[in-house]
């Protein structure tokens, strides 16, 4: 444990001084623990810069594995304690935003039920990050897609539902009779989401479909609360939302959905687990449950 841990200090610290003081180890003591794991893996695992230590490639795969086992053996003791005491343990589950209103609410509801002492930390972002804490041992599971992953096959990936996009504008839009074309939205200012996540990457692919240029005063981020505050006062501003999502506020009246289809399949998400990894029975719970409520979705 003492090695593994100073390979992730010696990762956030880049100096040997520094991880040694972070936890409460001479220079020296620090330099054995890293000649010692080292010597055991026959190789260096960081080089010296001039911003300090530095990982190699060994060194980031060490890093990798370290987190994860010094978390999975914290999980572990956590898992250990909480049966001895009696509680229902403990679950951390990253989840994209279209997955919330529908799949993820449903399952959380069915498994208050079933196991009300569950300790439960969810965290929202977007799948590419979610693998990266889900790498590193922090979340237990992810209700996302493994696809954007350079490497998708160091995944386990169940797909549960597709998520269904709408075209979405301020709740004072004027009401549109009728179908509109996705052509009609050439006047729009839009706000889009940064290159290469799922919805900007559909957006572009619509407007490539319906002949239309990639907008070039789009308002860009990564934040849904961010979306919703800019349509909210807007009439002449539109994104794109999952369907889900885009209803629930549009029901409480801070968004319209405008009658727009778009001709791109709506893509897929699923739960991502780690390959080789054995999910804690609370996650095997929560697959399970949001399994029974995809196919009641």
């Known amino acids: 444990m003492k090695q593994l841990q100073l390979l992730i200090a010696l990762s956030e610290h880049k100096s040997l001084h520094k991880a040694a003081s972070a936890m409460f180890l ?13 010597g055991m893996l026959e190789t260096t695992l960081f080089e010296r810069t001039k911003v300090g230590l530095v990982p190699n490639a060994m060194g980031h795969c060490a890093i990798r594995y370290a987190k994860i086992i ?20 403990r679950l951390a589950i990253g989840t994209i935003m279209g997955a919330i209103p529908g799949i993820l609410i449903s399952a959380l509801n069915w498994l208050r039920v079933a196991h009300p002492d569950l300790s439960i930390e969810i965290i929202e972002g977007t799948s590419r990050n979610l693998l990266d804490l889900l790498d590193g ?3 237990d ?18 797909p549960i539902s597709e998520e269904p996009i709408s075209v979405v504008t301020g709740s004072g839009h004027p009401e549109v009779a009728g179908d509109m074309p996705f ?6 200012r839009w706000v889009v989401y940064p ?25 860009e981020t990564g934040s849904t609360f961010t979306t919703i505050a800019i349509l909210q006062k807007s009439v002449d501003i539109v994104a794109l939302l999952p369907t889900d999502v885009a209803r629930m506020f549009a029901q409480a009246g801070l968004l319209k959905i405008l009658p727009v289809a778009l001709s791109i399949p709506a893509d897929t998400f699923g739960i991502v687990t780690r390959k080789g990894g054995m999910p804690t029975a609370a996650a095997d719970l929560f697959i399970r449950a949001v399994r029974e409520q995809s196919l009641a979705h």
């Open 137 to 139: 041992g922090q979340l």
């Open 141 to 158: 599971l992810v209700i996302g897609r493994s696809s954007v992953s350079p490497e998708p096959y160091e995944y386990n990936y169940f």
């Open 183 to 188: 052509e009609s939205l050439r006047d729009y």
């Open 195 to 219: 290159k290469k996540m799922p919805l900007r990457v559909l957006l572009e692919k619509a407007l490539d479909v319906a002949g239309l240029p990639s907008p070039v005063n789009a308002i």
């Open 70 to 89: 010094t978390t999975e053996l914290n999980n572990f003791c956590h898992e250990i304690s909480d049966i001895q005491s009696g509680t229902g343990g």
């Open 26 to 38: 001479t220079q020296s003591a620090a330099s054995k623990a890293l000649q010692e794991i080292e």
